[in-house]
């Protein structure tokens, strides 16, 4: 039955699921958007598959052949493909494995059976196919992502700052963590999470991604006071964005 | 003679992806198997060269449904090996905030994802028509242990101020006393669904197996303790191994568990088998009512297990809140500690039963071997083995309804396969 409504899937990859729970917290307080849009495959909370879809939500890393396979039929699929999460965005906490050599890594967990188990390193769903846009976070900010469906609906630019966490940090009014000696990626980091570690006392870890031109963009004053450099705030963010570090060692190289 | 062919290729409704198998030949059973089928994630593997400090943050990534259970167990851990004593308070907190992840998985779980199957449904989202008022609680439920850990840790999925030696944030006088009066008008949001639990037909199987879980001599155990089973033994949590005893299957990216017997279960059945007289009286009315006198042997009335502990968390919940309200909340920095090499296991029982992590740091407090065992691996050689029962009991029945059938099976044990396909590890040496 054709309702006129976009019909939406939501697809995970290697990932803790985290982001579709998100998901679903978030349409809990926004029931009005399961009136906007039609969600024809949700895994996680329905058994109703549909393959019909324009809009496609991926959650997860790529991590072994078969995962390309199933990323590059559900573009073909779909009008929009839209990045949920760091895993999906960024290659996120997967990555860290990334830092390790695979075979070390396969036979660490799996000992002589390794080779039952198919893997390679993780990357960012856009590395395997063209993404049109991208929800930051581990997990995703619920909010946000309601602001990101709308502007899809409407057919707009997804509204995800370009500026760093500090931004939102120094409008909380929040204690600077560098002034109690420790040390926060929110200068290089992008905002949107309303600096949501900070606020309770945690150092930003990054999920979010780096924000664009660092050098340009970073919150320099705050490194200045701790003395730190850019680049030496940018080799701290392994936890999420190894993905990103590897490559941009790559490039220099 | 039947023959049968059933093959669900990701299972719905549960967290992460596994797969039923069934080929039954002329009334002979070639092959009934659940398999786990999700991509490995290596965690184990990978957390080794990173600080102390980070190791809770990230093992909380394991799972988006569990997060403050796996951050709490690495905490338990990390603590133990550098020797912190919490203070009361946080204590009390690491409680609450557990008792919060609770509520929130055993909500999502019985509302979300096994009432559909009682109610005709395929998801929750035809029952906003049908079943209005279920759909409601269960939406108010979910929001208020939601909004529990989130006064506590920042958020429930990934809480930010869980740290060594306790949180980074205390949360202020009024948030509690505002959540608990939530909490004392959520008792009658449990006592309705422990009458909707009550009328469901529940599919009649009964086989019984060995029931494992966390105990404490004075509390119902969610955190640390001792290992304990329905069998009568009892390991210290550092004993684990010897409940445990993982091993690789070919078909299956999760590794299997067996201790006594081929197989055990862990999660809400067993911690009620074997803790049923510590819990709330008011949630050891509700068992009565949904039939549950230990030890119950039917795999499917786990699901109700987990309304008696949201029961029992409630009320537990209402009653640390009355006790950190009387001592007073004061913000506190996390416990002081000395960082040396050292090795150690903690171990929760999370929604989905217990779970273990087990790290060794070197003199810089950096992670060199790490092992975690998550519930889900443990309950699936268990799983197995009752469809293995329950096949030939149901075999001149509908294609369709065996399906069904076995899938809500499987959707009982709540497996959480995104935790299970990477956390494990074959020797540890
Ligand atoms: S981005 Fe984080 S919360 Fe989202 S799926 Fe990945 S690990 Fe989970
Ligand atoms: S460095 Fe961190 S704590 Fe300081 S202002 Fe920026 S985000 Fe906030
Ligand atoms: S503060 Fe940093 S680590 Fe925390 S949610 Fe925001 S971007 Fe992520």
Partial sequence: ?????????????????????????????????????????????????????????????????????????????????????????????????????????????????????????????????????????????????????????????????????????????????????????????????????????????????????PNENAMKDVLAKAGLTVEEIMSRFTMFNTYQLQERMAEEE | MTTLNVNVHHVTRVEGHGSIVVDVKNGEIKECRFEVVEAPRFFEAFVRGRPYSELSHITSRICGICAVGHATASLEATEKAMGVQLTEQATLLRKLMFHGEIIDSHILHTYYLVAPDFLGAGSVIPLIETHRDAVLLALRVKKLSGDLCAIIGGRHTHPCALTVGGFTHTPGERELREIQARLVDARADMDASVDLFASLPWPEFERETEYVSLHKDD????????????????????????????????????????????????????????????????????????????????????????????????????????????????????????????????SCDVPRGILFHHYVYDEDGICTRANCIIPTNQNMANLNADMKVLLPQILDRPQDEVRHLLEMLVRAYDPCISCSAHCLKVEFV
Wanted: a negative charge; one cysteine or more.
């Fill in chain 2, 219 to 346: 509390e119902y155990a969610f955190i640390g303790g001792t290992v304990v089973t329905s069998d009568g033994f009892s390991y210290p949590i550092e004993d684990y191994k010897q409940v445990t005893n993982e091993e690789c299957v070919p078909f299956s990216t999760a590794k299997w568990t067996h201790h006594n017997r081929d197989a055990y279960m862990v999660g809400a059945l067993a911690r009620l088998n074997n803790n049923h007289d510590q819990l709330h009286p008011r949630a050891q009315a509700a068992a009565a009512k949904l039939g549950l006198r230990p030890i119950v042997t039917n795999p499917f009335l786990n699901s109700a297990a987990q309304v008696v502990e949201m029961v029992h968390c409630v009320e537990d919940s209402i009653r640390i809140i009355d006790e950190l309200l009387s001592r007073g909340v004061q913000p506190e920095a996390p416990a002081p500690f000395k960082v040396e090499a050292t090795e150690a296991v903690g």
């Fill in chain 1, 1 to 213: 039955m054709d309702n006129g409504k976009p019909k939406v899937a939501f697809f995970d990859f290697a990932c803790c699921e985290g982001c579709q729970l998100t998901v679903i917290d978030s349409l809990q307080t926004h029931l009005d958007l399961l009136d906007a849009i039609e969600i024809v495959q949700f895994r996680e909370a329905m058994s109703e598959k549909g393959e019909n879809y324009q809009i496609a939500f991926i959650e997860g890393s790529c991590t072994r052949q078969e995962d390309e396979e199933r990323l590059h039929k559900i573009r073909d699929q779909a009008d929009i493909v839209v990045a949920l999460g760091a895993c999906a965005h960024l290659g996120g906490i997967n990555a860290l494995k990334n830092l390790h050599p695979l075979e070390d890594v396969r036979k660490w967990v799996y000992g002589d059976k390794a080779a039952w188990y198919d893997t390679y390193p993780a990357r960012p769903i856009g590395a395997v196919i063209e993404v049109d846009a991208f929800i930051p976070g581990c997990p995703i900010d619920r909010e946000e992502f309601v602001r990101v469906v709308k502007a899809l609906l409407l057919g707009t630019k997804p509204p995800i700052p370009d500026y760093p966490v500090c931004v939102e940090c120094k409008l909380k009014e929040n204690v600077c963590l560098f002034d109690l000696g420790k040390i926060c990626l929110g200068p290089v980091t992008r905002a949107g999470c309303n600096a949501i570690c900070p606020s309770y006392g945690a150092a930003c870890e990054g999920c979010r991604g780096l924000i664009p031109n």
